[in-house]
């Protein structure tokens, strides 16, 4: 079956421009996380979804930084006003179980943000 | 907090060569570890993981890892690497849901 897939793969924006970023998730997955990767560095949380409900906000840098999933499918990450520093790799993952630690969570294949 | 530390930042070996790369975490309770694969491009690729009963783990791609919890290891090992094996590889802990990564460890293979 299809695996986690993300759009759009590149995305270069002007400093303070809006970019939304989009996830979909494996089909049935219940859950579905959001990671930042610097470059050289390894991903960091930065929210988290059961189903519709964000669970855990905890990660996101700024309020500029804004996550939903209505549906409890697909989800997109939208990041106001982006500066340069938030240019990265946004990975996406998603996990069928809902327990504490033993899901194994499937990742996508990022989406670059180059912000100019 | 947990965390996880990763460090040798790079590893070049030869091909036919064996591997091991170090990964030490710190966390409270019974950890919830990964080894994950990222090629060039590419998402992270799952290895293996470790939830709890043998401490020695298989994973795919010829992979092994010896969790050690005396020495808050867990290692990630392979007999004879391949130049497809050259990627960054991350080692991960799990508490209760999200996933906390090391900085990685860049893998060379020499012909």
């Known amino acids: 079956g299809a695996g986690v897939s993300q759009s759009p793969r590149y995305k270069v924006a002007k400093r303070g421009q809006d970019v939304a970023l989009r996830c979909d998730p494996i089909s049935g997955h219940v859950s579905l996380f959001w990671y930042q990767q610097a470059l050289g560095q390894g991903p960091e949380f930065l929210t988290y979804?059961?189903?519709?409900?964000?669970?855990?906000k905890s990660g996101l840098p700024s309020d500029r930084f804004f996550a939903e999933r209505p549906e409890g499918s697909v989800s997109t990450l939208k990041i106001q006003r982006t500066q340069q520093e938030d240019s990265a790799v946004y990975l996406c993952?998603?996990?069928?179980?809902?327990?504490?630690?033993?899901?194994?969570?499937?990742f996508g294949p990022g989406t670059r943000l180059t912000v100019l | 907090a947990q965390s996880v530390t990763q460090p040798d930042i790079h590893i070049t070996v030869s091909e036919g060569a064996s591997l091991e790369l170090r990964c030490n975490y710190s966390y409270g309770a019974t950890p919830y570890l990964f080894w994950y694969v990222q090629s060039p491009g590419q998402g992270l690729q799952l290895l293996l993981k470790y939830f709890s009963g043998d401490t020695l783990v298989q994973g795919i791609k010829g992979f092994e890892a010896e969790f050690k919890r005396s020495q808050s290891s867990f290692n990630l090992r392979k007999p004879s690497v391949h130049w497809s094996d050259a990627a960054e590889y991350f080692c991960?802990?799990?508490?209760?849901?999200?996933?906390?990564f090391g900085t990685g460890t860049r893998l060379l293979v020499s012909p």
């Open positions: 991960a802990v799990s508490g209760f849901q999200k996933l906390v």
């Open positions: 993952a998603s996990s069928l179980e809902v327990g504490p630690g033993t899901h194994t969570q499937y």
């Open positions: 979804f059961q189903n519709e409900a964000q669970l855990d």
